[in-house]
């Protein structure tokens, strides 16, 4: 059995040792360099805090450790053997295991199963040996005393709490020595987040080595033991948690050199267009109330999951409140869909610009024109000359970059994408446009265009909220700065002397 | 507007890089025209009685009654739904015309009657997808037992009979010398359909939705009141196909139209519109039912018998559906 055989192989005395390390890991995607040169160490019986912005690089990170993603360069080793992950099973057979938010289970298997997929129990015919299978399963659980999960039960009936139980079980099964934990607790309630740690404390242990990913610094100064800070696809720092204070941390985290000039403007800001009040939702957010100022930039920083998108949505008609009000130029309006909201002179441009931005399959000037089109065509008739000039009018201002507008706009790069999508909103001439980050995911280039663009936009008395997990534009960006966290307004800053560890503060929800 | 200018002028763009022959070459409908008249030859060849105007009007019988629903279904598929209940909504809607014949109907009645059920059975369909949100395959198939099983239930094995002779010339009859009621009505709406996909801001929307629903919702397309319209629209054609069919066969059977989805599907898939959604032409809609109805008749004159010609009509679906993707990796690109 190939575990057994890992296990011989541990070192005596793990305890200094690191059990896996990464050094000079290096991955670029085209246009992107998502990894330079990082280590990392991880430690049996240690957690490891991974550290880091958005698009720090952890994911990248994460993908590489389980086989997704291959690095350009650098070398991994467990002990003292360099190894290659060239696949997600690679991986899991030398002992790595994720556990993601939305953990690689299978719903409709029952728990026994998902934990045994592919190492089952054989009987001597070579069929699964069910009985057997379940008594693991069974005694597995009850080791790490998660016994109240049954055995036989669907995945599908589990909360998702006891499906992070399920996965740590698969680990345990094939004796995994490492264990990643990628924001496992975004979903959980406290009560289950209790659990997990205690869990976490048995794996410990029992001399597994963890690598725990969190944005929450008091889950992460609870349960770790060491810290790896990540910026811009660079390994920052590393050390003993306990010798380093909370805003230490935090200023590793954000304290980059600036690598993008953002435009000069002087605000010329006039009275309220926009008026937010006691917006509600079942779930997603709560009393969410807040002003825009005509030629404003309203800038929304928060964590990934704080609300911001959601309460955007409901402004811009996609999604239905459970209360609350708003008020556009002094009309109290209540869109029920993005028609009603275009019409009103709300725009929304979505954050994942492929499913809810671009039409792939039609030619840039239909997308262009589609929110347009009662505009462009008349008594319902197509007007396609009309329909050329719009598209051409906004996607030259935005200097986008295609052999023609009947290109289809699947053609395109993604920042030239995201052009076409801004183009197409701002043809409909809204008095208030929401972007939903806006440069997500797009080369450097393109985001110069877009911020320039932007900061066009309220010159020319066109008011602007941003939604955007990226500091460095919130405060290049921003006449004020609204910060969320977990579907409601945690802080609200005027962009002057403001800095960013002021804003990942409120953000986590840390006392200054 | 004032725009500030980056240091560079901005680049124009063209509306169009002009290449329409390679276009026109190329495209799915040139196919479609290339085979038409191929099998126009062979049937010519294949037999004396073909090459007959008259021979050429009945021709067109195979095909204006499916054709005319194809059109809408055209539509409908685009939009990336479907409707499988249009043969029952036939059956339905000639069972109900034979009912209200018992009670002495007239010819207007009759015909309003018929495109009245066609209506309401494809509202009904439209409420159920887009109302509550269940995929049209299923709610489709559900009603499609449903509107045939309340035909069977009301006629049993008996048939309506006796309609009166005005009402005849829906199916029977000639607008002028070989051409017929049915054919003109066929055309008429064919150019009607092309207008509505092609010209207006209406079919430019069921483009929008059937490659990217969401992204057309985002951008304040009203997705499910299109797709209810054209559910309305498809429910309409049969209606009105109804109408045609019953007046031509001068009775009502339960078991009237039975298969007839699948060769209108058939017909629209040939016609180069994705079974996926968001591609496809009225043209190539046309085209395709031209084909059938020619490969069809020329079996009749061949005397093939009927179950070698839903053989045929099962190959051919399978046939068109793999034929795009054959298309695409030939030639890099998916018919236009």
Known sequence: MHTAALKAERPASAADAPMLSLSGVSKSFPGVRALHNVSLSLYPGQVTALIGENGAGKSTLVKILTGIYQPDEGEIRIGDDAVKLPTADAAFRHGITAIHQETVLFDDLSVAENIFLGHAPRNRFGLIDWRTMRANAREVLETMGAGHIDADARLRDLGIANKHLVAVARAMSIDARIVIMDEPTAALSAKEIEELFELIEFLKSDGKAILFISHKFDEIYRIADRYTVFRDGEMIGEGLLADKPQNEIVKMMVGRAVDHIFPEREPKIGATILSVSGLSHPTEFDGIGFELRQGEILGFYGLVGAGRSEVMQAIAGMTRTSAGSITLDGTPIAPKSAAEAIEAGIVYVPEERGRQGVVIGLPIFQNVSLPSLDRTSKSGLLRLAEEFSLARTYTERLDLRASSLSQDVGTLSGGNQQKVVIAKWLATEPKVIILDEPTKGIDIGSKAAVHGFMAELVAQRLSVIMVSSELPEILGMSDRVIVMREGRIAAVFENKDLDAETLVRAAAGIAA | ?336
């Open chain 2, 1 to 336: 507007m004032s725009a500030i200018e980056t240091s560079a002028a901005p680049r124009r763009i063209p509306d169009r890089l002009d290449t329409p022959l390679k276009g026109a070459v190329l495209s799915w409908e040139a196919l479609l025209v290339a085979v038409a008249v191929a099998i126009f030859v062979i049937n010519s060849l294949a037999s004396p009685y073909f090459l007959n105007a008259w021979s050429l009007s009945d021709l067109t019988f195979n095909f204006t009654e499916k054709g005319l629903i194809a059109l809408a279904m055209a539509l409908l598929i685009i939009s990336g739904e479907i409707d499988l209940s249009v043969a029952a909504i036939i059956a339905l809607a000639s069972t109900l015309m034979g009912m209200a014949l018992q009670a002495d109907a007239g010819t207007p009645m009759l015909v309003a009657i018929g495109i009245g059920t066609g209506l309401l059975c494809g509202a009904f369909n439209g409420l159920l997808v887009t109302g509550l949100g269940l995929p049209s395959i299923v709610v489709t198939i559900g009603t499609m037992s449903l509107f045939r099983g309340v035909a069977f239930i009301i006629l049993g094995d008996q048939a309506f009979k006796g309609y009166p002779a005005s009402f005849a010339f829906f199916g029977q009859g000639y607008v002028w010398w070989v051409v017929s009621f049915e054919l003109t009505l066929f055309l008429a709406a064919a150019l009607v359909y092309w207008f509505l996909l092609h010209r207006t801001s209406f079919g430019r929307r069921i483009f929008a939705i059937g490659n990217n629903s969401v992204a057309a919702q985002f951008s304040g397309v009203r997705v499910a009141r299109v797709k209810f319209i054209l559910f309305c629209l498809t429910g309409l054609m049969a209606g009105v196909a109804s109408v045609l069919i019953t007046s031509r066969l001068g009775s009502t059977r339960p078991s009237i139209a039975q298969g007839y989805e699948l060769e209108v599907i058939t017909m629209v898939v040939l016609g180069g519109v994705s079974i996926l959604g968001g591609a496809g032409s009225i043209v190539g809609v046309v085209l395709a039912a031209l084909i059938m109805g020619m490969v069809t008749f020329g079996f009749g004159l061949l005397n093939v018998p009927g179950i070698v010609m839903s053989i045929f009509i099962g190959l051919l679906l399978i046939l068109v559906i793999a034929l795009p993707i054959i298309w695409r990796r030939l030639f890099g690109r998916r018919p236009a």
